[in-house]
């Protein structure tokens, strides 16, 4: 049954959208008192009601956020993604009729609108050359000249600013993308993706051993429980190994109690959770993490923690910053496999 039976539906409560959605009910109030996407009409004034054009402009955040799109951006991309809708639905049979009387002779109208709808992504006006490029082989779905770009941003610029100045920036458009094009283009982000993840894995290095001089133990890359999105990670591992640096990657939704036997296992000199949405971030599990301890008594050490991903914005994690970027990520990360002093307890970052 609808959860909408009926155009004098009231709509749903916050916390009827907020299960539905899988985020808590303080995730969309911060998000309407911050963005400005909260329901258009409220209930006595007062209650926030969720209406189906709500609920569309919140769905379309959380795909957004879940791709890596700062929330901010991802605000505004689903509430243009709204009006863009509603524009439509008012202007459908004239956009129709002037389709039909613009078709150039022999063209079919159906023909015109598909020949604009691999349009060029939002990148807008501050990005490489090489993301225009990289978007428009995504959008005609060029395997072969996405795989070849790719290559090229990483072997021209190295790996930190090829993720950060070109892979980054085109993911983010396609999500956009996605987001105002009604769940199209959805096969233009899986590809994407695919490469990307494709590119990462061959510019990463060979394994280093975790033995060695100055080296305190590999570093640990882990998505928390329930957290699917592994490119950033993927990056971050790529440019740990061209470093020298010995890494155990262990991706995607990392089981709580794997991560902490793994912790145990191999006495890392650093841990990395990432959370790309703010329902997967769990400060809880953070701080358990970095409270384990290894070694011999009077010799005991534990982790550098650190919090990669937007799900930790806003979540107190004293003692745990966060990184703001990769580049700051792996000078983190270097620092971190210095031999630390004994009795100090964990060495934790932003």
């Not at 490469?195 to 975790?210: E, K, M, N, W």
């Not at 991560?259 to 358990?288: D, I, K, M, N």
Request: proline share 8%; glycine share 12%.
């Amino acid at each position: 049954m609808s959860e909408f039976p009926s155009p004098e539906y009231p709509g749903l409560t916050t916390g009827a959208l907020a299960r539905r959605l899988g985020v808590a009910p303080t995730t969309l109030r911060s998000w309407d008192r911050r963005y400005g996407i909260g329901p258009e009409v409220r209930a006595d004034g007062r209650h926030r009601r969720w209406r189906p054009g709500d609920v569309a402009v919140l769905e379309a955040m959380c795909r957004l956020t879940a791709a890596g799109v700062p929330p901010a951006e991802a605000a505004w991309a689903a509430r243009e993604a709204r009006e863009a809708r509603e524009a439509a639905g008012r202007g459908a049979e004239a956009r129709s009729l002037a389709r039909t009387e613009a078709a150039p002779d022999g063209v079919a109208p159906a023909d015109v609108g598909r020949s604009r709808a691999a349009g060029a992504l939002p990148l807008g006006g501050a990005v490489r050359q090489e993301c225009r490029g990289l978007a428009r082989a995504a959008v005609r779905l060029d395997a072969s000249a996405v795989e070849e770009q790719l290559g090229a941003a990483v072997e021209q610029y190295g790996l930190t600013v090829a993720w950060q100045e070109v892979m980054v920036p085109t993911l983010h458009a396609v999500g956009r993308k996605w987001a105002s094009s009604g769940d199209r283009y959805v096969e233009v982000e899986h590809l994407l993706s695919w490469h990307v993840s494709t590119a990462l894995r061959r510019a990463t290095g060979r394994p280093a051993p975790a033995e060695g001089a100055g080296v305190t133990g590999p570093v640990v890359l882990a998505c928390l429980p329930g957290e699917q999105h592994t490119l950033p990670l993927e990056a971050l591992n790529a440019g740990l190994s061209r470093l020298g640096l010995p890494t155990r990657m262990f991706g995607a939704a990392v089981p709580a109690e794997a991560l902490t036997a793994a912790v145990r296992r191999l006495g890392p000199a650093a841990v990395v959770l990432w959370a790309q949405a703010r329902s997967t971030a769990s400060p809880a599990l953070a701080r358990h993490i970095a409270d384990t301890r290894w070694g011999v008594h009077g010799a005991r050490r534990g982790p550098t923690v650190v919090l990669g991903g937007p799900g930790w914005a806003g979540r107190a994690a004293q003692g745990m910053p966060r990184p703001t970027g990769l580049r700051e990520a792996l000078e983190m990360l270097s620092r971190a496999q210095a031999p630390a002093p004994a009795a100090d307890g964990p060495q934790t970052f932003v």
